[in-house]
Each structure stands twice: as C-alpha cells, then as structure tokens.
C-alpha cells in the first residue's frame, strides 16, 4: 500500500475524504506490529481514528515511536481509567455562556469570544480534550450563527473572534467568505483568529479561494497553528505558510507537551526553530488537559518546568513559547513556573 500525495488529489475535500479511518490501514501503510492492532481497534471504538495522508507520509515506516504517530495512534492505554482524568477537564459543556441557550459560543476570557465553529477535524490527536464533547450539539448551524452575530454586535466590548472547533478551516471557503463579510460590519471588532491545524495535516487546504477571503477583509487575521513535532515541518507545509504571510496572516503555534512526543530538550528546540523558518512564533506549550483516554502522555508539572527553563537557556526569547495550564475558572490560560 502507498500513500496518495497531495498532487495526486483533485481538491482538499477529496483529500480529506481519503483520510485513514481504519487502523487495518494505518497498520499496512506503516507497517506496524501486529500484535496491538486488536487493543487499537477497541480505542478506536471510543474515539475513531483520522489521519491524512499527507500527515502519515512524513511519519517513517515501522517505527512504532515516531512522534508523529504517536498523536494519532489508537492505543490500549487508552481505555484504562485513571484517577484525576475526566471526560470534560475544563468544564465547559457545564459552562455559562454569554449565550446560555446554546453551546456554540464561549467566553472565558475578556474581550474575545471563542465560538465553536464544527465538530470536524481532519485528524483526530488521541490527546485532544474534545475527545468527548458533544459536537453534533455544538456547531454553529444558520440559526446559531445569526444568534452569534447578535451578541458579537451587542457586546461592544468584545474586540476579537476566535473561530475554533474542531477545525473552522474544514468549513467551505463560501462560509468562511460570508461569515468574514459579517464579522467585518460589525464596526468594535478588530481582529478574527483561527485555531487550526490544517496548515500542518492538509496543507492542501491553503488554497486560493482562502487566500482570497483572507486578503480581503479589513479585519486582522491570526491563525494559530498546532504543530508538536518539527517532523511535521516538510516543503508543502511550508510552502502554505508563505502563502499565508503573503496574505499578511499573523502566524502563531500552540503545542501541547506529550510524553512521548517531544518531552525531551532537543525536540522542542527543533520545533521552535522549524516554526520560525516558517515565519511562525511559539506562542503557547500547553500541558496536557487531563482529558480521559490521554494519561499516557502525560508529562510531570514539575519535569515540564525544567524543560521549560532547559528551553529558555537554549533559544532567544521569541522562540520559547509560554508555558500555561488551563484551570476552569480563571480570568487567562495559567502560566506555569
Ligand atoms: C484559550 C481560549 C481563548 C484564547 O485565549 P488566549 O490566551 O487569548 O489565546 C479564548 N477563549 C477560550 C474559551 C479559550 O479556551
Ligand atoms: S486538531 Fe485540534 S480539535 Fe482536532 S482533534 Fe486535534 S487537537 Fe483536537
């Protein structure tokens, strides 16, 4: 079996509509031991596996450790129950809303709401803290999303619109180009930001209708990739990302601190000089939500410190992102030192 390269598709939603949902796949492609399929296939019964194609192609052949992999790979461990980890670690399907009636829209934190803008991925990260949010609940459908627009205009305090999910970028370059044009009329917002990992996991979705819509908005437009390993970084993805500074997109990157993945010094000085050849800044190293499924990756708070320390001795300032927690009920993102 091979992969299907990204020249070999006619557009990104064919692309994504090849993702590999079936660890028999997976299995062959990478040619990976046998014996933990049986444990793969009950995990993933819990959370379904999703991986492109592009995605899997720079994970190397056989290694069951390539921190690639590791993201998405439907493990044993993660059926087991462990204590402190829950199905909704940051409380927000409990949380009260400026928009009570629905659960489309949250805001934490001031000055930015974070609306939910589908349940849709284009791969599925084992460590995710969505892995059990009700998403069909939780997409902003024609009567949310007008719902939306009013509490954007009424609340003048609000400055900033953060599209996440899922990932908004699975949305059609037609939404996303309406949506744009209606934010852009409501005179107190100023910047629009998108959560996504598309960029990393299907470059292809870069495209031209995008770059279009993203050029002409008034709004500013930061897009806050998610990239864990410097593995991910290959020419097609950078490729996108100038394109995207082109269409003067202010680039950011979160990473999450999987055990595993890049726990050690090395891969996160890698990743963050990755990111800046891509004209990306680190901008947030999360500790991982203790979401249920995920204690596998977890990194000790205090070992995660060291790192973070190790890092700051090693990079220029810029390069070392913040290290933060969520904590439900706090004003920001926790910082951790
Ligand atoms: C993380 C988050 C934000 C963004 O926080 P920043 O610190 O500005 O990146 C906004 N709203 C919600 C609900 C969040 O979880
Ligand atoms: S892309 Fe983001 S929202 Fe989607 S599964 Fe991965 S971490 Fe979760």
């Not at 180009?177 to 934010?183: F, G, H, N, S, Y």
Request: charged share 20%.
């Amino acid at each position: 079996m091979f992969y299907v390269a990204s020249t070999e598709f006619k557009s990104w939603q064919q692309a994504l509509a090849t993702a590999i949902t079936d660890p028999n796949v997976l299995w062959q492609l990478l040619q990976l031991p046998a014996d933990q399929l049986p444990a793969a296939e009950r995990a993933v019964a819990t959370f379904r596996l999703k991986v492109t194609h592009s995605y899997c192609a720079r994970m190397k052949r056989g290694d069951w450790h390539d921190p690639l992999l590791r993201q998405v790979l439907p493990l044993g461990e993660e059926l087991a129950q462990v204590d402190g980890y829950h199905a909704d670690p940051l409380a927000e399907q409990s949380f009260h809303s400026i928009m009570p009636q629905s659960t489309g829209i949250l805001q934490k934190y001031a000055k930015r709401v974070l609306l939910i803008s589908t349940g849709t991925c284009a791969v599925h990260c084992r460590y995710c803290f969505r892995r059990h949010f009700p998403y069909h609940q939780a997409q902003l459908n024609a009567p949310l999303w007008e719902n939306a627009l009013t509490i954007l205009r009424d609340n003048t305090q609000i400055e900033e619109v953060i599209l996440s999910g899922g990932d908004p970028l699975i949305l059609s370059d037609n939404k996303l180009r309406q949506w744009m044009e209606q934010l852009a009329h409501i005179p107190h917002l100023k910047r629009v930001r998108f959560h996504t990992r598309l960029p990393i996991v299907l470059p292809l979705r870069i495209n031209a209708a995008l770059l279009d819509w993203i050029s002409q908005t008034r709004l500013t437009v930061i897009m806050v990739i998610h990239a864990n390993h410097a593995n991910e970084f290959n020419s097609e993805v950078y490729e996108k990302l100038a394109d995207l500074r082109m269409a003067k997109v202010q680039l950011l990157n979160q990473a999450v601190l999987l055990r595993g993945v890049n726990d050690q010094l090395q891969a996160q000085v890698e990743l963050s000089e990755a990111l800046i050849a891509g004209g990306v800044l680190p901008y947030y190293l999360h500790l991982l939500d203790k979401v249920s499924g995920a204690a596998h990756f977890d990194v000790p708070k205090a070992q995660a410190l060291q790192l973070h320390r190790q890092l700051q001795s090693q990079l220029s300032g810029y390069l070392v992102p913040k290290l933060v927690e969520e904590i439900p009920g706090q004003p920001a993102k926790t910082w951790v030192f």
